[in-house]
């Protein structure tokens, strides 16, 4: 007769999202990436500024608790046409009053005017396919470069610029179709979108986008308000009846929410981050019979907090 | 002042789920992966016997709606240690009356019997670690091998034989965690599970799981029941009242179910299977600017659909 042991299934993950007691001196000698992340100086993170946020709250669930969802905007010099135009389109309170209107499972979720009918701000800005990626511009802060000789099936190079995943060719550099992102939909090209459409990844990363749509952002609080929606039976996921649709009350840039909480991700040009990405790539936490050896960039999500206040 | 054009965001990904019109020059010139899926013959086709399926009814949602996930079993000779367990506790009806435990975001959903008190079928096989691997036997069928170039940062070699994606080292073959696999919750090692526990990919693949755990199957359809599920506030994702898990209501073996379609996948050996998987590596459908150029195997899932009566 079988006892049934006490599970712990995949306890090592533990790592990545709650502290639990692990051995003492396996911690010491391997530790676990969010024990990397958890002992890094405080001069290792670096303040995401509120200007940096755009606050979406959707209307309550069916129990009645709030929905925030907090994005943190590209930072400079990327998709920064697209990046204005969604700053003027908070200001504006474009968004309040619409919806998310498509859940397409392993794919995205994606939210905008279900109307296609609702006049956009003036004097948004017109961006061109080339604008999907940025002239090569020096990157001396550019770590996981070639040199580190993780392949990549989507990219000569890749790595992490200011806190963000980047990938690189010979026509310059772009972001990355990682779990989160958020992206501007478009119509068939030339169009490219004016940011009023957007989408964020809710599966594996769809990398086969990169250069092909403009990246905005990436959700830092509160994704699984989105990527647990019901997923849309119609095509691509759209939902076929509005009342399945979610209504966005409000978005706001962080600057304009009183309440917004300050946020802060881990330098990644810091040694602790080094260290975390080789243990992202190298799990010999306690769980773990094999590393991997390597690991994708998606698979190396950078560490963003709440700053403890 | 701008008048909003009709948005038909990511429309290319129509390719992937529904059929909507594509320019037919474009079409026949440059077929999505879709396409190339939908005109592939007959004898392309495989059929996946009922024996290898498992079906989990999970109770109907809010709305009364019936849940019901299709898992296609892991084929030999990978991890049928665990598989002839998981046909054991199916037959012994061990899940009826479990209940889905956990749903952490961008992770897993995982099953199984939340008490860890359920007494386990006599005479259940017992693995080692060495069992995630099966040593290399003749791949006369192996496609996507290390000729083909595209790189990966999990293993030497990876490509797809009967069906499902492998990857391969010195010491064997392994299944590959993409999005929808399933495999064996544990305790720390050496424990290597029954099959009793269970999970499935919801998010970006975890491939530093790759010979880390048993694989034993995929999800072929009703993901969406478990992967839109309300992530867990606990550690890990658990959930932490017990009226949040969602029962199981029963998980039968294929061939005991009256009602079971029957499912079929493209051979992976066949030519509209190559055809498919250069479209993902290299899109070049309406939508599409750019080329990847390449393509992380999880990227390249393979087509299964019901068989037409």
Redesign the interface.
């Known amino acids: 007769?079988?006892?049934?042991?006490?599970?712990?299934?995949?306890?090592a993950?533990?790592a990545?999202?709650?502290p639990?007691p692990l051995l003492a001196q396996d911690a010491k000698t391997h530790p676990a990436p969010s024990e990397i992340v958890a002992s890094a100086k405080a001069g290792e993170w670096v303040a995401i500024a509120p200007s940096e946020l755009l606050v979406m709250d959707l209307a309550p669930d069916?129990k009645g608790k709030a929905r925030r969802v907090v994005i943190q905007l590209m930072p400079k010099p990327f998709s920064q046409g697209w990046v204005g135009n969604i700053r003027k389109l908070a200001a504006a309170r474009w968004w309040d009053g619409t919806s998310i209107n498509?859940?397409?499972?392993?794919?995205?979720v994606?939210w905008?005017?279900a109307t296609?009918?609702?006049?956009?701000?003036?004097a948004?800005a017109t961006m061109e396919?080339k604008d999907?990626v940025t002239p090569d511009w020096p990157s001396k802060d550019w770590i996981f470069a070639r040199a580190d000789g993780?392949?990549?099936?989507?990219a000569g190079a890749h790595g992490f610029y200011v806190g963000w995943p980047l990938a690189q060719g010979r026509e310059g550099l772009w972001p990355i179709h990682?779990?989160?992102m958020v992206g501007v939909?478009?119509?068939?090209?030339p169009?490219t979108?004016?940011g009023?459409?957007l989408?964020t990844v809710i599966?594996?990363?769809?990398?086969?986008?990169?250069?092909?749509?403009a990246l905005v952002g990436r959700v830092i609080e509160g994704?699984?308000h989105l990527?647990?929606?019901?997923?849309g039976t119609g095509?691509?996921?759209f939902y076929e009846k509005e009342t399945e649709r979610v209504p966005i009350l409000s978005v706001r840039l962080g600057d304009a929410v009183r309440d917004v909480p300050a946020f802060e991700y881990l330098d990644t040009n810091s040694a602790s981050f080094a260290a975390y990405a080789d243990a992202?790539?190298n799990?010999r936490d306690?769980?773990?019979?094999?590393?991997?050896?390597?690991?994708?960039i998606?698979?190396i999500p950078v560490p963003i907090r709440r700053k403890a206040k």
Chains 1, 2 share one sequence.
Do not use: W
Request: aromatic share 10%; glycine share 8%.
């Open positions: 007769m079988h006892q049934m042991k006490r599970y712990l299934p995949l306890v993950f533990a990545l999202c709650a639990l069916s498509r859940a397409q499972d392993n794919y995205v994606q905008g005017d296609e009918k609702k006049t956009l701000p003036e948004l396919a999907y993780r392949p990549d099936a989507y990682c779990y989160g939909g478009r119509n068939l090209a169009d979108g004016t009023a459409e989408y599966g594996h990363a769809p990398r086969h986008l990169d250069r092909n749509i994704i699984e990527s647990s929606l019901p997923r095509a691509l996921g992202r790539a799990r306690p769980f773990f019979n094999v590393p991997a050896g390597g690991a994708d998606c698979n």
